[in-house]
Structure formats: C-alpha cells, structure tokens
C-alpha cells in the first residue's frame, strides 16, 4: 500500500512538474490495466524470455520507459549484464532489448519476420502531423521496400515506401550526392563561422585585444552548423519564407521525444503548438518553393540551386507533390526527414568533440598537425580535401568516440512473424530494440587498461604500425551500430560523417581557444563541473552535454 501511495504521489508530482511524458503515460493507464488483464487470461506454454523485474507488474516498466529511459537503459544494461535479451512490457505489449553480435545480426537481417514500417507509421503521424487520409497511402502500402512488390500485392499499385527508400539510397547514400552535399557543406559552414565571429566582434565590450573574443560553444554550433547543414540541403530560400526557422526548429526538439508518443493534444496543448509553430512554416516554405522552382530550366539536375537546395531535396519535394499529400504533410516531411535528420543527432554528437578538443589542449594541437596535411588553398580559398580528411587516423578515432559515446538511439524493428532470437520464440506483434547506448559501452568490447569504456579516449581506434598510427575501430560492427542497420540504415550516414569531421577539422584549424569555464544551461552561471550527457535525450536521438563551454576565441584564418 505504501509502494502505490508513493507512486500516486509521484503521478502528481511529475504532473505538477509539467513531466510531459509521465502525464501521457497516466492517460494511458486505464487502457494498460485492461491489455494486463487480457494477457494474464492468455496462458502460454511457450518458452519465455526472462523478463525485467518491476515492483507493480505492468505498470513499473511502463512507467520508468516513458518517463524515465535513462534509469531504465541503466537497469536493462545489469539485466543484460548475463544474458543477451530481456523483456518488459509497454502498454500491454512485448516489447525485448536484444544484445550481443549474433542478436543484432538477426535484428538487422533482412527478413520477411522482421519489419519497420509501423515505426515509421508512429513519425509521420506524430511528428510530422501528417493527415491521416495521408497517412492512410504510407498504411495501405504493404509492398515492402525490395525492388519486386511482396506477394500478394497489386503489381501496379503506388509503392510509397519502395519510391521513398529509393530516392533517398540514389540522392544521399551515393558517394556522388554525398560528396556534392559535403562540399556545399563545408562552404556555407566556414561562410556561417564567419558571420557570427564578426558579430561576436562587433558587440564585444573587451577591446583591449580587439582579436579576441567570447562565445558559448552551444549556442555557436546550434546556429551555424544547423544554418549550414540546411542551406546544403534545403537551399536558402527556405530562410527568405521563414527567417526564424532556426529558433522554431530548436524550439520543437525540445519536444521531440514527448510527441513522438502521440500524447493526447488537450493535455499538451504546448508541445502541439511548438510543432504546428515549425512544422506549419516548413508547410509554407515547401509550398511556395515548389511553385517558385523552374522544374523545366536548367537547374533541375543541378547538384545545389538557390530554391531547393541539393537534388535529393529537388527529387523528394516533387515526389511529395506527386503523390498528392497535402501541403500540411509536405511540411511534416520538410521539417522532420529535413531539418530534423540533417541536425538532432550531428549537432549534438559535434558539440561533444568541440568541446573534448578544446579541454584537451594536447589534443587540440594533435587534430591541428593531423588536419594540416587535408587543408588545400584552391581559387584564394581554404577548404579540406574530403577524401584526405576522412581518412586521417586520429580524426577517425575521434568520430567514433563521440558517435559512440553520445548517440543513444533504441533503434527499432517489429516481429511480424514468429521469429526466434537466443533461444527464444518471440510472438507477431512484439517489439525489438536494440540499444546502441548498452552495446556501445560494453567494458569487454571497447574498455582498455587505464581507458574504460565510459570514458571518451580520442586514441581509442589508433594502432601504430612501425611508428605510423592507423585507424582501427575497436569493437565490430555488430557492437557499433549509430545508423542503424540493414535495409533501414540511415541514408544520410555517408554524409553525416563528412559533416561531422568537416565540423571538428574547421573549428581546429579555424580560431584559437581559450577555456575559460562550464556553464549552466539553464542560469547562465558558472558550473563547477563538467558536463555529462542529458539525461533526458537518452534512448531518443544525439545526447548534448547537460553543461555548456565558454571560451575565449581568435579567427587564424
Ligand atoms: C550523427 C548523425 C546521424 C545519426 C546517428 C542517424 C541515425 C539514424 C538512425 C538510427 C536511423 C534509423 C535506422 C534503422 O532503423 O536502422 C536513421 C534514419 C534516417 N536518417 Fe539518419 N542519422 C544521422 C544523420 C542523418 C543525416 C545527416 C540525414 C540526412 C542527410 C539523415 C537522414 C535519415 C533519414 C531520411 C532516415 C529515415 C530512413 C527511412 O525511413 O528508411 N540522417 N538515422
């Protein structure tokens, strides 16, 4: 009894508290006791996995998962400390974190058992607030992603989900398109860091050493990688329609992870108005560029124009026009499989390697040395050779660290037919996740003496070879796995990498640092600690540090 009024008590609490994802979550407890009910009525012989334990059966789990998925990661992580699957259920349904190389084989197999649309479903509904006639088309669509329509499907029905992988494999995954993005990347990024050094200078009170300036490094990356992440592969007329998309975009992450569950709207009235705020601007923007653009001129098979930005983007809009979806749902699209995929998990993961590089001031040297060698004068300019810079050892090692440490995706499928996993005959209707934040810091995989798991060492995939450092991740990739895998893996990864070290060698070579301490967020003031990952990103996208950096900071070039 004591255990049920300290949970109320909680309940009212977090409510209190405006915790926007426990709240939905006390929406749904009526309908959780009713599936709970159902299901202990359905005697099964079946072997079961082993479960994870919860103080109120059916109701514990649930609870901690919505609210709380950093407890909940560290206690699955004991769980599976001894064995590689362990169950719990969500709102009545099974759902099963798998670990281990051979699990994550079969759970990025491509199989007739295994699916993902219904995920993808669960996005384009609550995150981009799609129409639901709309979201009827993508439901309808049972033709799978593989070039011949599954069987049983109408051989001349529209394949959304065929047409939309397609286009995203040709335009983002080919070195072609993820080159020309990278290039137009790295101009308007060093064209951004620029324009926000001269302003810093311009409002700065120091004049003493009029060179020097202060900034924050949060702040810094949130406008400049994500403008220039945007104008690469929306164009720039994206900002002529909606000059504050930055602050609407930043504004919605905020509530990603509490949308994505689809909350009842009268008792989140604020997390659906931040996402009509940016998603109703990427609706206009989408309409007025696909009336602007001459899809009969001679930018249409361009690598970059003003109005559309890359020919991904190009070749995507059209396709959404085409399809007939209404300008609500093109706007969905545009902000969320745009802007939110272009920045929700680079900005994060590079403000982490920022800020490493700068604290380690030896580190900082060594990156510069090693990114010397990628740095080509060409027609007055400055710029990296992609192809040198991708394949500097050290700067490799550090991609992987912070993609390691600070991507923290459940990367998500669904059993649609039998299948088993370790021993184990998981039932239709179950859900997997595979935590990358539990295989990413598996001790026995990546820990080395002096260097655990845990801990961001920037040599950790550097081997010397008489004398020449070379790069080798540690672990395999059945333990590494940001992007997903299989046929779902991230289109965008080719270039998220580019954009990543692109990032890190400009902001190494480009200015001078000096630390000058840690912030806290929130107030503004001095922390005395450095930061940890946010807890309240776990398990959903790119973690940011909880604690931002001020530095002082000199152009070089
Ligand atoms: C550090 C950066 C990034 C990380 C960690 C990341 C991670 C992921 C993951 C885990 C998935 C799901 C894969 C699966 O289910 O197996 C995904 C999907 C996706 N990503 Fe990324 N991503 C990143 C950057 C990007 C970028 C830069 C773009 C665009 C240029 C992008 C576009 C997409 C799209 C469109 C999908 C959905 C694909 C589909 O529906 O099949 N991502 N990403």
């Given amino acids: 009894m004591y255990a049920l009024n300290e949970a109320v008590a909680n309940v009212r609490h977090q409510i209190e508290s405006h915790d926007t994802r426990f709240t939905i979550l ?24 082993p479960m994870l334990s919860e103080t109120i059966p059916y109701v514990s789990n649930t609870l901690q998962y919505m609210t709380n998925m950093n407890t909940f990661l560290a206690r699955t992580k004991k769980a599976l400390a001894k064995r590689n699957i362990v169950g719990f259920r969500l709102g009545g349904r099974p759902f099963y974190f798998l670990t281990s190389p051979p699990n994550i084989q079969t759970f990025f197999r491509t199989s007739p ?12 509904t609550n995150m981009m ?4 006639k709309d979201v009827a088309k993508f439901a309808h669509d049972k033709s799978g992603r593989q070039p011949n329509p599954a069987p049983g499907t109408a051989e001349d029905a529209k394949r959304y989900w065929f047409d939309m992988q397609t286009m995203m494999h040709k335009y983002l995954s080919t070195t072609h398109y993820s080159d020309a993005l990278a290039r137009t990347y790295q101009r308007f990024f060093n064209r951004e860091l620029d324009a926000y050094y001269d302003s810093l200078l311009a409002n700065s009170s120091a004049k003493d050493d009029p060179e020097w300036t202060e900034m924050r490094i949060i702040p ?6 994500a403008k220039a992440a945007i ?5 720039e007329y ?4 909606v000059p504050d998309l930055l602050d609407r975009f930043w504004d919605y992450d905020k509530v990603l992870s509490t949308i994505l569950y689809g909350p009842p709207k009268w008792l989140f009235p604020g997390v659906y108005a931040k996402a009509e705020r940016f998603c109703g601007a990427t609706a206009k923007f989408h309409q007025a560029a696909v009336a602007k653009f001459d899809w009969e001129g001679p930018d249409r098979e361009k690598d970059w124009d ?11 809009s059209r396709w959404l026009t085409d399809c007939g979806f209404t300008p609500r749902t093109c706007g969905g699209f545009a902000g969320v499989t745009g802007i939110v995929a272009i920045n929700a998990n680079t900005v994060p993961v590079c403000t982490w390697a920022i800020m490493e590089m700068i604290r380690g001031q030896e580190l900082l040297t060594r990156l510069r040395d090693e990114i010397a060698g990628a740095l080509v004068e060409e027609d007055g300019e400055t710029r990296f050779d992609l192809q040198r810079l991708v394949n500097l050892p050290l700067l490799q090692s550090v991609y992987v660290e912070v993609m390691r440490l600070r991507v923290s995706i459940n990367v998500t499928r669904e059993v649609v037919q039998p299948l088993e996993v370790d021993g184990y005959l998981l039932k239709p209707g ?13 001790e026995a995989v990546w820990g080395v003496e002096g260097h655990p798991a845990a801990e961001f060492w920037a040599e950790r995939h550097v081997k010397y070879v008489d004398g020449v450092p070379v790069f080798e991740m540690r672990g395999r990739p059945t333990d590494f796995f940001p992007y997903g895998g299989g046929v779902a893996i991230c289109p965008g990864r080719h270039f998220a990498k580019q954009e990543i070290m692109l990032t890190i060698a400009m902001l190494a070579s480009k200015f001078e640092y000096e630390f000058v301490g840690w912030v806290d967020i929130a107030s503004g003031r001095p922390s005395d600690r450095p930061p940890i990952n946010d807890p309240k990103y776990a398990g959903a996208a790119g973690v940011p540090p909880d604690r931002d950096m001020r530095v002082r900071v000199k152009r070089l070039w």
């Fill in 26 to 49: 006390v929406g749904s407890l009526g309908l959780l006791f009713l599936l709970a009910l159902a299901l202990r009525s359905s005697p099964t012989n079946q072997k079961q996995a």
């Fill in 113 to 124: 058992a295994i699916g993902f649309e219904t995920f993808i479903l669960v996005a384009i």
């Fill in 129 to 132: 607030g799609a129409t639901p």
């Fill in 220 to 225: 810094l990356l949130k406008a400049t990688m």
């Fill in 231 to 235: 104008l690469s592969l929306q164009g």
């Fill in 238 to 241: 994206i900002f002529e329609v």
């Fill in 306 to 316: 003003p109005v559309l930005g890359s020919r991904f983007w190009r070749e995507f």
């Fill in 430 to 442: 179950s859900v997997l996740q595979a935590p990358t934040e539990i295989s990413h810091y598996d």
